[in-house]
């Protein structure tokens, strides 16, 4: 399986439709989004084009091919406009043998495991920072932000078809 992977679009219509352009270019099966969906938080500035009913109008025809956990910035109200869950803090995913704990990263990160076994992979959004990084037995991963990166990383995504890559929302290889 392809997946494709992403966290905090946080209501930018501008990048979550570059987000769905780089999605169909990449011919993903699924796209998981960890978090921070709709809404830019209080410590964020407004993303360009803030405009989460654009946002949802997007991602609502796409709900068969989306998987979600949920943000900080991810409320119930949020969960009343939008066809696909994302109310869960995280999911665990298996792929080609890897097991994947996938969250937002506000309650479970770097300093604060989860339930982790030699060899799993904690994937997470929330810092708006790329990350791939061997910890102790385990390894941590992190996409960045679509619309709002930090500390001058890309606007940028994951990939995952037997490996995972990072790239820019124009599909050049991220160095990470």
């Known amino acids: 399986m392809k997946l494709m992977i992403a966290s905090d679009i946080h209501g930018s219509a501008y990048y979550c439709r570059k987000?769905?352009?780089?999605?169909?270019?990449?011919?993903?099966?699924?796209?998981?989004?960890?978090?921070?969906?709709?809404?830019?938080?209080?410590?964020?500035?407004?993303?360009?084009?803030?405009?989460?009913?654009?946002?949802?109008?997007?991602?609502?025809?796409?709900?068969?091919?989306?998987?979600?956990?949920?943000?900080?910035?991810?409320?119930?109200?949020?969960?009343?406009?939008?066809?696909?869950?994302?109310?869960?803090?995280?999911?665990?995913?298996?792929?080609?043998?890897?097991?994947?704990?996938?969250?937002?990263g506000h309650h479970f990160n770097p300093q604060n495991l989860p339930m982790l076994k030699e060899g799993d992979i904690l994937l997470n959004g929330h810092t708006h920072i790329p990350a791939n990084q061997n910890i102790g037995n385990y390894t941590y991963m992190n996409p960045g932000s679509i619309s709002i990166p930090k500390e001058n990383s890309a606007h940028g995504y994951m990939i995952y078809d037997g490996a995972f890559i990072w790239k820019d929302l124009d599909g050049n290889v991220l160095p990470i």
């Open 19 to 104: 987000m769905i352009d780089a999605y169909q270019k990449e011919q993903a099966d699924k796209l998981l989004l960890l978090g921070d969906i709709l809404y830019h938080g209080p410590r964020n500035d407004l993303p360009k084009d803030y405009n989460p009913k654009e946002v949802i109008a997007m991602l609502n025809p796409m709900k068969q091919e989306l998987l979600c956990v949920r943000g900080n910035c991810d409320t119930e109200v949020d969960q009343m406009v939008l066809e696909f869950p994302i109310l869960a803090d995280y999911c665990f995913l298996e792929l080609d043998g890897h097991t994947i704990f996938a969250t937002h």
